[in-house]
């Protein structure tokens, strides 16, 4: 899901927590006071009607007054701040309220509406910590302050109620939270591995209709480049291109076809060791040294041998092309914990964090000829070994990548 979709699904559920809110605080507010004021003191034959001081019934109204701001935001995209309006209007003529009824009065403070209770079992639903804590340590604060004005004891009670209502609203916000992400996380896994599917199927159908033809066009190329001797000709680079044609179709079959490893019982000291020969020449070209470091003698790992020579001639003819100005390349083995570590680290440019995210996404690449494939044909293959690829990198200082393969 990307930012974009994820943001209109976002303001879509906000909207629809928003109007059932709206909802619920109107009926919950006046239907609390009405019962309050008007309903208990007419079965308990006590006074009936609101307090003579304070807001009264313009109190009502300029809740009310609120409504048309719903309906606005909405409709501007702005649904996230309706919440805190109301909350913050509810708080500001609540206190105005009770200082036009309680200050200068020998009258015990008694007050409170059920919508407080509202507001903190409610906060979860809008999956917002901010709003969450904003409204319990607003009535916290909000209840301190009365008992200090009011120099009365009765707040200790709805500051409990407030801090045991709020204890339940974490607890519900956390799991909510929690399900979300989960429900993100499977939901970006799935959508990988659709993709996946996807390229592989069509990456096997190009591959394998690239492949003959490429064939016949590199012999041909060959036999003109025998028949002419000439010093200036180009069919060098026209050879040299065709090869690279024919690796990016050898990574598609890799990523189209099923796993048709075969393992044998190999050393990791061979494979680096051939590897490592085959990159050197392009290395010393660059003034680039590589230096291998074997914790060892290590034990055979089981595994498919051209496969995994395949991985570490991508991931050091990555550092190699990454150094423009030369330096060293550290790979090191080793063998712990039944596993074997290994590691290729360099001294280039390095990536930013969030690059280093995408890498091994379909045809996502930092180099400017990339193809965005031989990353994730290396994850494929260490992913069938049952093994794991791990990236750290920090730029202008270097990259290091950090394969673990079981024993």
Known sequence: MNDGTREEVLRIEEVKAVKLFTLLFYF????????????FP???????????????????????????????LIKKGQPFLIKYIYFYAFLLLDVINNLLIYWGTDSPYMNGNLVEV???????????????WIITVSLVLKYIMYGALFHTATVLFPILLVLFLALFGWIVLTRFISYINGMIFAYEEGK?????????QMAASIAHEIKNPLSALKGFTQLQLEKDKSNENFYPIML?????????????LILGKPSGATKTQVRIEEILKYVVSIIEP?????????????????????????????????????SVESMVDGGFIDIKARFTNKEFVIS????????????VEK?????YTTKPNGTGLGLMVTKKIIEEHNGKLEISSTPKKGTKVTIILPA
């Open 28 to 39: 919950v507010y006046i239907g609390y006071d009405f019962a309050y004021y008007y309903l």
């Open 42 to 72: 007419f079965y308990n034959q006590g006074e009936i009607g609101l307090p003579d001081k304070g807001l009264g019934y313009y109190l009502y109204g300029a809740l009310f007054l609120l409504l048309p701001i719903v309906p606005y």
């Open 118 to 132: 509202l507001f903190l079992i409610f906060s979860p639903i809008f999956v917002n910590k901010r709003f969450f």
């Open 192 to 200: 990988q591995k659709e993709k996946l599917a996807v390229v592989g």
């Open 240 to 252: 040299n291109e065709i090869d690279r044609i024919n690796l990016i179709v050898s990574d598609l």
């Open 282 to 318: 392009q290395a010393s070209r660059q003034i680039i040294t590589l230096r291998t470091e074997i914790a060892g003698p290590l034990p055979y790992v089981y595994c498919d041998e051209n496969q995994l020579k395949q991985v570490f001639l991508n991931l050091i003819k990555n």
């Open 344 to 355: 290729v680290q360099d001294e280039g440019e390095g990536i930013p964090q969030e690059q």
């Open 359 to 363: 890498l091994g996404e379909p045809f």
